[in-house]
């Protein structure tokens, strides 16, 4: 069982909170810490790119950087676009060249490792997209499944990542998105605490989507959306009435998602990839990253791989 | 209108290269702490006791550390707040044995502020609830003999002995303020009313005041969210950070679902000729992600954008 | 071949009196540091019902008893409580704020009288081991300092502690008038080695201008108890004779104006060769503990977690091997 832990971070400096990407003492220090409390390896944004560009030369001497202080590789990256009606909707189809062009280039700037998935949140922000109807979500697979076929040369799964405010979340969005896809190439990359939010119990979309799900979120939060925040303009995550923060690391005391559930049917299916600890937004409200992804990991070495074990001893 | 004596009472974290820490941490870091508060416009300043020998460590003497205080605008160091909030062997106002020496305590309080511009010393006058119960008539009339002596050594060196109740000590309900008002004398003992800690207590501050308006010696302006309705006051060791499920009690005036009516007591304190300081207060203002740099100018921007459109006369 | 275990300090958590206070953030302060590898903690005196792992009666009343933060430290897959670290002259009000220095025997039996709780509460939490800070602040003894009396309060709390199972360790820091060679061996001549130990704190000697290496070895049997933090700073200027040294010196209130003395290992600034000390002991028989500690950091959590990367990483590389390795109870 792997742990991979994904980018978000935040640390005190002089000049205030910065991100590991500020410095390379800073990603020293970050990865050092990833290291020492047990993950694995780390997942990272694609945009990173240009950093890594200026600071490392390549994705390749960033990942030697990694590999230097005790982690084993990059596993996963999340392609964070900026949708934009005009020229980057999956659900509008004159905007897919343009999309299709941006993997292209992106999967070739990442050549220099070999990744297991690119994340992608597969839908515009709900408010773009609505109303959200069959024929939106039809011409959005139809996108992810050219993108999937490109991916998939360079030796990369497409795996989609569905945010509680995006236009496929609700369970009938969801299945009729991957109705439409092709499991050889579009998969699905669950994330605990969004499907929690927008009231999709986590446990069961898993099991029903296992043979396509290529990777997992695992994070936690307090609160489903039942005031449709998902519908918030212009932004749900921090701006939404029902919290001002969704996202906590697993084990917190309210959270939602029942991890134990989970992991059994992690087990109970088989996957043996990479399992990812994310913490979106954890320094909200005076928290801090680096004791949350300790508090996971522990979690995780402690409970979850306890009841894995368990598990597989059935 | 436009009132004129503003105080801040001395809660204080900031950031310094030790992570958050109060701003005594060095000299650099209390000026910068004054800088803000004179930016603000506060003109009066209290602390505690125990933190008049770090400032006369830093400045060299109380009095230099008020001229410094002179030199931010401020008329001058104006209160000073004593608390024995945990019962030890040594300082419990419900035991008459310990009262020589907590006594003796305010002597050398009263000694270390002669010649200064306080005017009020402010004393938290019991120990936490759960350390005293049963709280009975008996310990509130033993308190009351400690603080009417005290009061009577403070008042000829001109200062002003007041009572500030915590919702966790051991006189927090109507009836137990009326008992120890009784049983201390008005002229020595006055009343100082927080806010927040009386409405978290379930007594109604605005009523507090009027009833006890001629005793009254000063306030802490603060809010809360929340009322004690699960008996958090006798949680052990400590109710002000540990109660179940509330990390926080207290926020800066104009907290969204803040409980407190401040314009309400705004113009009840204008009809009244209280002439006194008004204190604004925000302690453990850190918790959660909070700053207290910012919750203090938000606090004075609702001063000085609402509390200073008030009017006596309506109520 | 000596076979030390590795503990980590718990009092830089405590950065401002209300922190550190609620236990669902002790628990995730024992999480971090079990997860990070350590399966031990330090605990530090403290007065007041906030610093409610400092004093005996808070923590039995939080957690119901001793059993039950030992239960809970167990549950959180903390192993044992290492230490506690306390200092005779710091005023503590359910001691009615007595001001009391190891240096005047006039004091010594008040002393005797105040670390009796803290003996009682170790036993209690199967813990052998009591740090007592020797002396006040050189700045604050002034220039007379009765290293004999010294001795002879620490020889008479050894004594007790020993009665209970518990062995004393001088913690001789950075701003005491014994922070150098000299001082720590006038003291240690002066202290029956059945009694009294030496706690060695790397970076307090590197602030003395010291090297731990040096007095690691000069003193290796009496070692009884390591602090391994680092400092990227030396007082050249003794400024730890300032009268307010505590916040002149090590506050940046005055000279220097140095703000932050003490870090956590890995970086390039770091004075202390943490690995040379560790093979010190490791060549010794040394078989007590070593203490990392956060103390100073902004980030209590981070520095833990990069502490722990160079031992398993740089300096010693048996300590993920040292860390238990099988489940904690739940």
């Given at each position: 069982?792997?742990?991979s832990?994904?980018?978000?971070?935040?640390?005190?400096?002089?000049n205030?909170?910065?991100?590991?990407?500020?410095?390379?003492?800073?990603?020293?220090?970050?990865?050092?810490?990833?290291?020492?409390?047990?993950?694995?390896?780390?997942?990272?944004?694609?945009?990173?790119?240009?950093?890594?560009?200026?600071q490392?030369?390549?994705v390749?001497?960033?990942?030697?950087?990694?590999?230097?202080?005790?982690?084993?590789?990059?596993?996963?990256?999340?392609?964070?676009?900026?949708?934009?009606?005009?020229?980057?909707?999956?659900?509008?189809?004159?905007t897919?060249?343009?999309?299709?062009?941006?993997?292209?280039?992106?999967?070739?700037?990442?050549?220099?490792?070999?990744?297991?998935?690119?994340?992608?949140?597969?839908?515009?922000?709900?408010?773009?997209?609505?109303?959200?109807?069959?024929?939106?979500?039809?011409?959005?697979?139809?996108?992810?499944?050219?993108?999937?076929?490109?991916?998939?040369?360079?030796?990369?799964?497409?795996?989609?990542?569905h945010?509680?405010?995006?236009?496929?979340?609700?369970?009938?969005?969801?299945?009729?998105?991957?109705?439409?896809?092709?499991?050889?190439?579009?998969?699905?990359?669950?994330?605990?605490?969004?499907?929690?939010?927008?009231?999709?119990?986590?446990?069961?979309f898993?099991e029903?989507?296992?043979?396509?799900?290529?990777?997992?979120?695992?994070?936690?939060t307090?609160?489903?959306?039942?005031?449709?925040?998902?519908?918030?303009?212009?932004?749900?995550?921090?701006m939404?009435?029902?919290?001002?923060?969704?996202?906590?690391?697993?084990?917190?005391?309210?959270?939602?998602v029942?991890?134990?559930?989970?992991?059994?049917?992690?087990?109970?299916?088989?996957?043996?990839?990479?399992?990812?600890?994310?913490?979106?937004?954890?320094?909200?409200?005076?928290g801090?990253?680096?004791?949350?992804?300790?508090?996971?990991?522990?979690?995780?070495k402690?409970v979850?791989?306890?009841v894995?074990?368990?598990?597989a001893?059935? | 209108?436009?009132?004129?004596?503003?105080?801040?009472?001395?809660?204080?974290i900031?950031?310094?290269?030790?992570?958050?820490?109060?701003?005594?941490?060095?000299?650099?870091?209390?000026?910068?702490y004054?800088?803000?508060l004179?930016?603000?416009?506060?003109?009066?300043?209290?602390?505690?006791?125990?933190?008049?020998?770090?400032?006369?460590?830093?400045?060299?003497?109380?009095?230099?550390?008020?001229?410094?205080?002179?030199?931010?605008?401020?008329?001058?160091?104006?209160?000073?707040?004593?608390?024995y909030?945990?019962?030890?062997?040594?300082?419990?106002?419900h035991?008459?044995?310990?009262?020589?020496?907590?006594?003796a305590?305010?002597?050398?309080?009263?000694?270390?502020?002669?010649?200064?511009?306080?005017?009020?010393?402010?004393?938290?006058?019991?120990?936490?609830?759960?350390?005293?119960?049963?709280?009975?008539d008996?310990?509130?009339?033993?308190?009351?003999?400690?603080?009417?002596?005290?009061?009577?050594?403070?008042?000829?060196?001109?200062l002003?002995?007041?009572?500030?109740?915590?919702?966790?000590?051991?006189?927090?309900?109507?009836?137990?303020?009326?008992?120890?008002?009784?049983?201390?004398?008005?002229?020595?003992?006055?009343?100082?009313?927080?806010?927040?800690?009386?409405?978290i207590?379930?007594?109604?501050?605005?009523?507090?005041?009027?009833?006890?308006?001629?005793?009254?010696?000063?306030?802490?302006?603060?809010?809360?969210?929340?009322?004690?309705?699960?008996?958090?006051?006798?949680?052990?060791?400590?109710?002000?950070?540990?109660a179940?499920?509330?990390?926080?009690?207290?926020?800066?005036?104009?907290?969204?679902?803040?409980?407190?009516?401040?314009?309400?007591?705004?113009?009840?304190?204008?009809?009244?000729?209280?002439?006194g300081?008004?204190?604004?207060?925000?302690?453990?203002?850190?918790?959660?992600?909070?700053n207290?740099?910012?919750?203090?100018?938000?606090?004075?921007?609702?001063?000085?954008?609402?509390?200073?459109?008030?009017?006596?006369?309506?109520? | 071949?000596?076979?030390?275990?590795?503990?980590?300090?718990?009092?830089?958590?405590?950065?401002?009196?209300?922190?550190?206070v609620?236990?669902e953030?002790?628990?995730?302060?024992?999480?971090?540091?079990?997860?990070?590898?350590?399966?031990?903690?330090?605990?530090?005196?403290?007065?007041?019902?906030?610093?409610?792992?400092g004093?005996?009666?808070?923590?039995?009343?939080?957690?119901g008893?001793?059993?039950?933060?030992?239960?809970?430290?167990?549950?959180?897959?903390?192993?044992?409580?290492?230490?506690?670290?306390?200092?005779?002259?710091?005023?503590?009000?359910?001691?009615?704020?007595d001001?009391?220095?190891?240096?005047?025997?006039?004091?010594?039996?008040?002393?005797?009288?105040?670390?009796?709780?803290?003996?009682?509460?170790?036993?209690?939490?199967?813990?052998?081991?009591?740090?007592?800070?020797?002396?006040?602040?050189?700045?604050?003894?002034?220039?007379?300092?009765?290293?004999?009396?010294?001795?002879?309060?620490?020889?008479?709390?050894g004594?007790?502690?020993?009665?209970?199972?518990?062995?004393?360790?001088?913690?001789?820091?950075?701003?005491?008038?014994?922070?150098?060679?000299a001082?720590?061996?006038?003291?240690?001549?002066s202290?029956?080695?059945?009694?009294?130990?030496?706690?060695?704190?790397?970076?307090?000697?590197v602030?003395?201008?010291?090297?731990?290496?040096?007095?690691?070895?000069?003193?290796?049997?009496?070692?009884?108890?390591?602090?391994?933090?680092?400092?990227?700073?030396?007082d050249?200027?003794?400024?730890?004779?300032?009268?307010?040294?505590?916040?002149?010196?090590?506050?940046?209130?005055?000279?220097?104006?140095?703000?932050?003395?003490?870090?956590?290992?890995?970086s390039?600034?770091?004075?202390?060769?943490?690995?040379?000390?560790?093979?010190?002991?490791?060549?010794?028989?040394?078989?007590?503990?070593?203490?990392?500690?956060?103390?100073?950091?902004?980030?209590?959590?981070?520095?833990?977690?990069?502490?722990?990367?160079?031992?398993?990483?740089?300096?010693?590389?048996?300590?993920?091997?040292?860390a238990?390795?099988?489940?904690?109870?739940?």
């Amino acid at each position: 069982m792997k742990w991979s832990y994904m980018d978000h971070w935040r640390s005190p400096s002089p000049n205030g909170p910065i991100d590991q990407w500020q410095t390379y003492d800073s990603m020293d220090r970050f990865l050092k810490q990833v290291a020492a409390v047990g993950y694995d390896a780390i997942d990272t944004f694609d945009h990173r790119y240009f950093t890594i560009i200026d600071q490392y030369g390549s994705v390749a001497n960033y990942q030697e950087f990694v590999q230097e202080r005790g982690l084993e590789r990059i596993v996963n990256t999340f392609h964070a676009a900026a949708y934009d009606q005009r020229n980057y909707a999956p659900h509008i189809a004159s905007t897919h060249d343009n999309i299709l062009e941006d993997f292209r280039v992106t999967m070739d700037r990442w050549s220099g490792i070999q990744l297991d998935n690119i994340i992608v949140m597969p839908a515009t922000l709900y408010y773009d997209m609505e109303p959200v109807t069959e024929d939106k979500i039809k011409t959005t697979a139809e996108l992810w499944n050219k993108v999937g076929a490109i991916t998939l040369d360079a030796g990369v799964k497409l795996t989609c990542h569905h945010e509680f405010f995006c236009g496929i979340q609700s369970k009938e969005e969801l299945d009729t998105f991957y109705a439409y896809t092709d499991p050889a190439l579009v998969n699905l990359f669950v994330d605990t605490a969004q499907h929690c939010i927008a009231s999709v119990d986590p446990v069961e979309f898993y099991e029903k989507y296992a043979d396509r799900v290529t990777g997992f979120h695992f994070k936690d939060t307090r609160h489903q959306d039942l005031v449709g925040d998902y519908r918030r303009r212009p932004d749900a995550e921090l701006m939404g009435t029902t919290t001002p923060r969704w996202f906590h690391e697993m084990g917190d005391e309210g959270g939602l998602v029942d991890f134990e559930a989970f992991m059994r049917a992690v087990v109970r299916n088989g996957y043996d990839g990479w399992l990812s600890v994310e913490h979106d937004k954890a320094n909200k409200l005076g928290g801090d990253h680096a004791e949350s992804t300790a508090i996971a990991r522990w979690y995780a070495k402690n409970v979850l791989e306890k009841v894995a074990r368990e598990e597989a001893a059935k | 209108m436009t009132w004129k004596r503003w105080s801040y009472m001395d809660h204080w974290i900031t950031g310094t290269p030790q992570g958050p820490r109060q701003p005594t941490f060095n000299r650099n870091h209390t000026e910068r702490y004054l800088r803000q508060l004179e930016t603000l416009g506060f003109t009066g300043f209290d602390t505690f006791g125990f933190t008049l020998p770090i400032y006369a460590s830093l400045y060299g003497s109380v009095p230099a550390f008020e001229r410094a205080l002179q030199d931010h605008g401020f008329v001058g160091l104006t209160g000073v707040f004593a608390a024995y909030p945990y019962a030890t062997d040594f300082a419990a106002p419900h035991r008459r044995e310990t009262h020589d020496r907590i006594f003796a305590d305010f002597e050398r309080t009263a000694a270390a502020v002669d010649g200064l511009a306080v005017e009020n010393v402010i004393v938290m006058p019991t120990n936490t609830y759960f350390q005293v119960e049963p709280v009975t008539d008996e310990t509130i009339k033993i308190t009351a003999e400690l603080w009417n002596r005290v009061g009577a050594m403070l008042a000829p060196r001109g200062l002003n002995l007041t009572c500030h109740f915590e919702f966790w000590g051991a006189i927090r309900t109507e009836d137990e303020l009326a008992l120890f008002f009784e049983h201390t004398d008005p002229e020595l003992v006055g009343f100082f009313c927080d806010t927040a800690q009386h409405t978290i207590a379930g007594v109604d501050p605005l009523a507090l005041f009027r009833r006890y308006r001629d005793r009254c010696r000063g306030f802490h302006f603060k809010d809360t969210q929340r009322v004690d309705d699960f008996d958090a006051y006798r949680t052990a060791p400590d109710a002000e950070l540990m109660a179940t499920g509330v990390p926080r009690w207290f926020y800066e005036m104009g907290t969204p679902e803040g409980l407190v009516d401040f314009p309400a007591l705004m113009r009840e304190i204008l009809d009244s000729g209280f002439d006194g300081w008004l204190t604004v207060e925000h302690d453990k203002a850190d918790l959660g992600g909070g700053n207290f740099a910012e919750a203090t100018a938000v606090a004075k921007w609702y001063i000085d954008n609402v509390l200073d459109s008030v009017r006596g006369g309506a109520a | 071949m000596s076979g030390f275990r590795y503990s980590y300090a718990l009092n830089q958590w405590r950065q401002s009196p209300t922190s550190f206070v609620r236990l669902e953030d002790h628990e995730r302060a024992f999480k971090t540091l079990s997860v990070s590898g350590f399966r031990a903690v330090e605990l530090w005196a403290g007065t007041g019902r906030w610093s409610n792992l400092g004093r005996p009666e808070h923590l039995r009343l939080n957690y119901g008893s001793s059993a039950g933060f030992v239960g809970r430290l167990a549950e959180c897959g903390i192993d044992a409580v290492s230490s506690l670290t306390w200092d005779p002259s710091a005023p503590a009000a359910e001691e009615g704020f007595d001001l009391r220095s190891t240096s005047r025997p006039a004091d010594h039996a008040r002393i005797l009288a105040a670390v009796d709780p803290y003996l009682d509460l170790l036993t209690e939490l199967g813990c052998d081991r009591i740090v007592v800070r020797a002396t006040e602040p050189a700045g604050r003894i002034g220039a007379d300092l009765d290293v004999g009396a010294v001795a002879s309060v620490l020889e008479r709390i050894g004594s007790a502690a020993k009665d209970r199972g518990v062995r004393l360790a001088a913690d001789i820091d950075c701003l005491s008038p014994l922070r150098d060679a000299a001082g720590i061996a006038s003291l240690l001549d002066s202290t029956d080695p059945d009694l009294v130990d030496l706690s060695l704190s790397t970076a307090d000697l590197v602030v003395a201008g010291e090297d731990p290496v040096a007095i690691a070895r000069r003193h290796v049997d009496r070692i009884g108890h390591v602090h391994l933090k680092d400092s990227h700073f030396v007082d050249s200027e003794n400024a730890y004779l300032l009268p307010g040294a505590e916040v002149d010196m090590l506050q940046g209130n005055a000279g220097r104006r140095i703000e932050r003395w003490f870090f956590e290992f890995g970086s390039e600034a770091g004075l202390v060769d943490a690995a040379a000390v560790l093979g010190v002991l490791g060549e010794s028989d040394y078989s007590g503990w070593v203490v990392l500690e956060s103390d100073q950091s902004p980030e209590p959590a981070t520095s833990a977690m990069l502490n722990a990367w160079y031992l398993t990483h740089i300096a010693a590389a048996g300590f993920r091997a040292a860390a238990r390795t099988e489940e904690p109870a739940r």
